[in-house]
């Protein structure tokens, strides 16, 4: 898959799993710059927004993950759950929000699925939100899927792979973090294991940043 040509480099630099399966054309699970919507600069890194609250930077860095130096706008998109209903992400302003990219025929996709459930059951009172968006699978399949996993967070589908563009996806799986005001936190590019004492130290920290 091409990248988009709207999204730009940053110097923030996130050594991650390399556990997750390419999306054509096929591309090296390697420590990656994160890519980022426009509006960042390339040479600085830098966008609007303030810096992370040190709590979370902490409680992030204590699980494994580095966060930003500086958040930035997630794009917003609109997409079709299983359900046929519209989703729209700015539609979770004021809430944190996991987004995850994934296609059921990922092999780490599948392993991380039950260690997000467990996430979402454990805030999904607390203003979090989840939404995995499948890539170019028919409902049938994805239903099948949710089905046999017994998944019941939502899930999205992107028929021709727009919205896996906008966010710049080459691997899978690949998540974003959003804070509350709509800015990314992190990207995490890999398959994680999201049912842990320091992952869920650091969405509390975010949900209450």
Known sequence: MKKSPVLGLITAVFILSVQCLP???AVKPA?????????VSPETGKAAGEEPDRRVTRAFGDAGLPVLKQRIDSPDFSASLMDNSPLSLADFQGKVVFLNFWATWCGPCRAEMPSMEALYQHFKEAGFEM???N?????????AFTEQFNLTFPISLDPSGRINGLYGVEAFPTTYIIDREG???????GSL?????????AFEALLES
């Not at 890539?135 to 239903?143: A, D, I, P, Q, S």
């Not at 800015?183 to 590019?189: D, G």
């Not at 294991?193 to 130290?201: K, V």
Request: net charge positive; glycine share 2%.
């Open 23 to 25: 999306v054509k054309p």
């Open 31 to 39: 420590a990656n710059p994160a890519k980022t919507p426009a509006g």
């Open 183 to 189: 800015k990314i936190v992190t990207r995490v590019v």
């Open 193 to 201: 294991n999201w049912n842990t004492p320091e992952l869920f130290a």
């Open 135 to 143: 890539y170019r699978e028919n409902r049938k399949t994805v239903n």
């Open 131 to 133: 939404v995995a968006v």
